[in-house]
């Protein structure tokens, strides 16, 4: 679980970096002009990529939100076929305005899939605003201009900014309410949709220029191909319970984990108790307490959940007798600490009369583990049968101790 939130962190940090980077690029005209042609290409190719990923993926909210940026670029590259005219203040009034409050409509609905009611609603949504914006782009009139020029902010914040003072509160609402919301959240997909409203933000509010308005669509598109791609790999490789890496994860690890290492087989002693008598949602609790420990073992070691109540633990590089120690000092404090049990029968209202403090019910909770290291002609396949066979052995030995073969 530490891990998944130090990739968010990284994650997050990127797509920071991404757009400052983009905005110094623009400010001191970075890029030459003749490769916006390209850029514009290239928006095109990913954002088209970015919307078959998120339809294979089954992502209504990014499929809905990929169509705004989408939608507008197609009006930049083809304004002849779309207008009469486009008049660029009409542009730079609308399309924020458009890509602001359907962020903001899009991102408050659940994800319940592309293929399903919600999505066909999103979808539908999406299209009406885009419809609408259109509309408003048609017959934008001086009197629309005016009143969206209406002087809301103070002076100094008015300054800060190139568009209109009505966009500026709309487009930090939608900011504002999209990251507060995906605080709540761990999928990528959940992340990227702040940091995409926030890159075409750059070109709405500091950069109005259609150069920026593409290089800032072709990030926003990379970015929900990241989110999209890094969430299959979450799915295929970490545990949805307890948040450690899953077996195909260890899998590739033993693709590349060298001649030097040892492996043990971790099993939660007497776990089909816990399920029998408290039910599985407790089962599920002693699980993910475990696989937290093992997850902080010392010396390097790297917890996977191999399945059901085993977890795996490698050690690649390091001494046996310091991997014995680290072992043994993570099934130690799993013992010591024990597994405490919430009281289920609890009244819903406080009683009149405070009782007195019940002391909470703590169950034994141990694991055995069985370690086994690696030598000339066996496979990692083959190391981790002898650490299964050194497992039983501790089980038979009384459980809650380490053998290691």
Partial sequence: MQRMKEVLYTFNALCLGAILLGFVALYFELIPAYMYYFLW?????????????SVYFNKSKLFALLLFPLFFNLILAFPNTFFTKLSGTAFWHIVPLSCAIGYLLLYALQERGLFSAFGALRTTIAIAILGLSYAALVYFSPALQTALNTTLLPSFLHQL?????????????????????????????????????AALCVSFLFRQEAHGFILYSLLASLIAISALVRDAYTMAYIDTLTGIPARRALEERFLHIGSNYLLAMVDIDFFKKFNDTFGHDIGDEVLKMVAKELSQVKNGGRAYRYGGEEFTIVFSGKK??????????????IFRRGFVIRDQNRPEQAPKKTP?????????????????????????????????DALYKAKESGRNCLICD
């Fill in 320 to 333: 046996r007798e310091d991997c014995i120690m680290a072992l043994e000092e993570v099934r130690e404090r």
């Fill in 161 to 197: 900014t190139q568009t209109n003072d009505f966009t500026v509160i709309i487009v930090v609402i939608a900011l504002l309410f999209i990251f507060l919301v995906s605080l709540l959240f761990n999928a990528y997909t959940q992340k990227a949709p702040f940091w995409m409203l």
């Fill in 356 to 388: 007195a403090p019940a002391k909470p019910k703590k169950e034994r909770l141990s694991v055995s583990i069985g370690a086994a290291q690696s030598f000339k002609g066996k496979t990692p396949h083959e190391i981790i049968k002898l650490a299964d």
């Fill in 41 to 53: 290409q290239s928006t095109f190719v990913f954002l088209g990529l970015a919307l078959a990923l």
